[in-house]
Structure formats: C-alpha cells, structure tokens
C-alpha cells in the first residue's frame, strides 16, 4: 500500500509539473495578443514581464514561511488553481489595471506554486533513494511543448485569448486538483521508510545555512541565465546575425524544448549511473560548447546545432539542483532550501534577458553569447555541491533502504 501511494503521489506530482508547463507556456507565447488586447506599449511592456519574476520571488519567501505551519501539497493544492484562474483572468479583461492584478496573482501564486512543487519532487526522490527529480521537470517541457503548441493554434486561427484558454483550463484545473489528493508529502516519505534529518546530510537539524546553499543558488542563477538567454534572444540572433528567415529563426527555441524534454525524459538514468556530479559536470561543458558554436556560427545550420547543444546541456542542471537542496539539508531544513533555491530562478530569469540584450547592443550578439558560455562553466567549480556522502543517488551507490517502488 504504501508502494502505491509513492507511485500515485509521484504520477500526480507528474501531471501538476505538466499542467505548469502548459499554464506558463500560454501566457508567454501569447503576450503579443495580450499587449495588443490591453493596449500595453512596447515601453510599459518590458515591466510588466519584470513583475511576474519579481512576485514570483516573493510567492516562493512566503511559501517557506508557510510550511512551517501547512503541509507543501496543500500550499500546491490551492496555489495551482489560481495560476490557472490567474490566467483566464489575463484572458477575460479589458482594462489595464485588471491585466495588472491578474498577471500580479499568476506571479505570486507561481512562486509558491514552483517552490511547493520542487519540495514534493525532493521528498519523493528521497523516499524512492534513486534520482527521479528529471523526471518532473521533463513533465514541465512536455507542458511547455504542449501549451506553445496550443499558443500556436490559437495565434494560427485568430482565436481570442478567451477561447484559447478557457477549454485548456477546463480540463487541466480539475484533473490537477483530483490528482492533489495523491500528493506525497514527508509523512508518505516516513511511510516509506525513508530516513529525514538522519545525519546523511551536511546540515542536518541546523537549519538552513547560506554558505552551504550559496553554490547551488548561484549555479541555478547561471542556469536561468542561459535558459533566458534562449528563450528571450535565439530567434533574433538566428534571424539578424545568421541570416535566416523569419520563419526559420522560430525553430531554435522549439529545438531546444524538444531537446529539453528529451534530455529530462533520459537524465534520471545518468544520474543512477555516473552520478550527479557527473551529470552535471557533462551539462555544464555541453552548454558552454552550445553557446561557444552559436557565437562562432557561420551560418544557420551550425548555429541550430549550438541551440541544439544548449537543451541538452542546460536540461539536467536545474533539476538537480533542487535535489542537491534536498540532500544538503534533509528533514524539515529541506523546505526551507528549496524555497530559497527558487528564488535564484527567477533571478536569472531577471538577470538575463537585459544583460545579452544590453551587451549586444554596446558590443555585438556574438559576444554577448560568451558571457552565459562563462558564466555556466562557473558551474563546474561548484559542482562537488551536488554531491553528498557516496553520492547515493547516482553512480551505484543507491541506499540499501530504498523503497521498491515502480
């Protein structure tokens, strides 16, 4: 019994990774029709996209806050319905103020939605003693694909931001909130016979210590940094450096989705085997390698490669990230050090988008690629953090008391 409730808990946990994806996805992929909605101008628009972030970090503080007194599956219960309400919202408005409240809602119910989501995902790896946290990120990229694709169809048809919205949420708002009651959280993980707060880790019953958490932050900073860099910059790069078709430069961010996805789908596997350092290790130098060949590319088909080599490499190191949190400081401290941890996404996320746009202004978009190629191989400095003791989740050393769970 307690091996099916792990598996229904790890299924559910799935399907709210997926659902987020496809939540964020359309609201991303769309904001042309929502500026032209709400008549937002091109100068007011780049603070509103700042906002979300921004409140995002602050949903993610007051998520640690409230755990210490709810469980994290009722903080994702209830925060995943109103990013999901947060959204028709968006949809549904026609004054300026309303776009404002109802984006600034989706933020903070984001943060805490993400925060709650990567706290379950932990809890869950260390009940099964094997790296399942890719997994759960992979759901988000096939969210991702799912919701951008559907952007697409309603961009493609002319459909208004309500019609397009509305049958998603209709079917993913009460399939997520059924599939809550399944939601694994510590006393499932103590059913298990997974040990919290046994010493394993660096911190155990100490509390969250930012000098321990300091490397994983700044490696999930550089990350997001990267991932921005991608999703806010590759289809002007491949269209006004390269050359390429309007057309043709949508593809890199679609590319690196799929490899996203399909890195995600396959890196639990590498973790079991090689461990999560070198996993992480092996991401950090493909990334770098990503961006060295879009920097240099001569023409559209090398500079695809290198986004190609980016989705691949950037894919493993946010997930086990927040697994690293989880093992640094296990038991109640565990929380607290993901919710922390969060708060660097978003500020890479923050971070940048302006800083490549700003550099390739001043200095030329060949260039400014160099500076996230930097930054991530910083990652490798820091990658000894991804271990703890043995390593357990990963190169052969999985914990003897592991649960025996599909």
Not at 125 to 145: D, K, N, P
Not at 229 to 245: H, R
Not at 277 to 285: D, P, S
Not at 333 to 354: K, M
Request: net charge neutral; aromatic share 10%; glycine share 14%.
């Amino acid at each position: 019994m307690t091996d099916a409730r792990l598996r229904h808990g790890r299924a559910s946990l799935g399907l709210s990774f997926f659902a987020q994806g496809v939540a964020f996805a359309l609201l991303v992929t769309r904001l042309p029709a929502i500026q032209d909605r709400y008549g937002i101008s091109d100068g007011l628009l780049p603070l509103f996209l700042a906002a979300v972030p921004i409140l995002a970090g602050v949903g993610s503080v007051a998520t640690e806050q409230c755990v210490k007194r709810v469980r994290p599956s009722l903080v994702l219960r209830w925060s995943q319905p109103v990013v999901m309400l947060a959204l028709l919202g968006v949809a549904a408005g026609s004054e300026m103020w309303q776009v404002a409240v109802c984006l600034g809602v989706f933020g903070v119910a984001v943060g805490a939605l993400d925060a709650s989501m990567n706290m379950l995902g932990v809890n869950l790896q260390r009940a099964y003693g094997r790296s399942i946290m890719l997994g759960f990120h992979a759901a988000y990229s096939l969210g991702g694909i799912a919701g951008a694709s559907l952007a697409w169809v309603g961009a493609h048809w002319d459909l208004t931001l309500l019609v397009s919205y509305l049958p998603v949420v209709a079917v993913l708002l009460p399939a997520a909130f059924a599939g809550s009651r399944w939601y694994a959280d510590a006393d499932a993980v103590a059913e298990a016979g997974a040990v919290r707060g046994d010493g394993e880790g660096k911190a155990a019953g100490s509390g969250v210590g930012f000098t321990l958490l300091l490397p994983l932050c700044l490696v999930m900073t550089f990350a997001y940094i990267g991932d921005s860099t991608v999703s806010n910059w590759s289809a002007k790069y491949l269209e006004d450096v390269l050359g390429s078709s309007e057309q043709t430069a949508t593809l890199p961010y679609n590319v690196y989705m799929v490899t996203t996805l399909v890195g995600r789908a396959v890196g639990d596997f590498g973790v079991r085997r090689f461990g999560a350092v070198a996993v992480v290790r092996a991401g950090a130098l493909l990334a770098a390698g990503g961006f060295a060949v879009v920097a240099g590319a001569p023409g559209v088909g090398v500079g695809m490669l290198g986004f190609t080599m980016l989705g691949f490499g950037l894919c493993v190191i946010v997930p086990q990230t927040f697994a690293a949190a989880g093992r640094i400081f296990p038991g109640a401290s565990s929380d607290a050090a993901v919710a922390r941890l969060n708060v660097f996404n978003y500020v890479g996320f923050l971070v940048g988008a302006p800083l490549v746009g700003a550099l390739g202004d001043a200095w030329s978009y060949r260039g400014a690629m160099l500076v996230p190629m930097v930054l991530v191989l910083v990652t490798l400095v820091y990658a000894r953090s991804f271990a703890s003791g043995t390593d357990r989740y990963g190169g052969g050393h999985e914990r003897a008391r592991a649960v025996d769970v599909g």
